[in-house]
């Protein structure tokens, strides 16, 4: 079975720049979520889809943060514009949707904010 | 604010010993718990996750769980150097849109 899939690995941009994650789930996977490492912390929950649909944005900084899962697969994160603070390594998962299953992440985008 | 505490670590052990990582939980709505390794630079990998009180083994992994006091831990046995990573607990909180809420992660080094 192919894990979560993510690109690009690294990205080193400008601050107040734009940048933009891509993130393919397992296949089957109805949930996806996307996650910010900030160095020597656990991933903190940006938003989370249930298929097409947004289930938490909670504390998706929504003046700079937005993303989408268009089909119920693929999802993009976009930052715009980027701040020194957004340096931090991009977790994308996914898992089934059900009660007690774990979530699979992938291997993350490193970003770096000059 | 929901949150999971794990001992801050870092904790060294030597190769060969028992590895006990700890996390308490603030949620009572937390059906169920994670624990994820994480090596320098890499994702988070899924060592074993429960959602019964008492003790589930894997290997030399052993997840515990008390409801009642809120705890979670993990007793690595016959630790080996290649266990030297973070390691995160996370719990699932309770309806239906199974958020997990991660600790800070405990760093365990192996010393051989």
């Known amino acids: 079975e192919a894990g979560v899939a993510q690109s690009p690995r690294y990205k080193i941009i400008e601050k107040r720049q734009s940048v933009a994650f891509w993130c393919n789930p397992i296949s089957g996977h109805a949930t996806l979520y996307w996650y910010q490492q900030i160095l020597g912390q656990g991933p903190k929950l940006l938003i989370q889809f249930q298929n097409n649909g947004v289930v938490d944005d909670s504390q998706l900084p929504k003046d700079r943060f937005s993303a989408e899962r268009l089909k119920g697969v693929d999802s993009t994160l976009k930052i715009q514009p980027a701040k020194l603070e957004d340096s931090a390594v991009y977790l994308c998962?996914?898992?089934?949707?059900?009660?007690?299953?774990?979530?699979?992440f992938g291997d993350g985008t490193r970003l770096s904010i000059l | 604010q929901k949150e999971v505490e794990q001992n801050s670590g870092p904790l060294s052990v030597p190769e060969g010993a028992i590895a006990s990582l700890n996390c308490t939980y603030s949620d009572r709505g937390s059906q169920s718990f994670f624990w994820y390794r994480q090596y320098s630079g890499k994702s988070p990998e899924l060592i074993m996750f429960?959602?019964?009180?008492g003790d589930k083994e894997d290997g030399r992994f052993t997840a515990q769980l008390n409801k009642a006091s809120q705890y979670v831990s993990l007793l690595i046995r016959d630790s080996q150097p290649s266990d030297s990573a973070t390691y995160l607990c996370a719990g699932n909180s309770g309806g239906s849109n199974y958020k997990l809420t991660f600790g800070k992660g405990t760093l365990l080094t192996v010393n051989p």
């Open positions: 429960i959602y019964s009180n």
């Open positions: 998962a996914s898992s089934p949707g059900t009660a007690n299953q774990p979530q699979h």
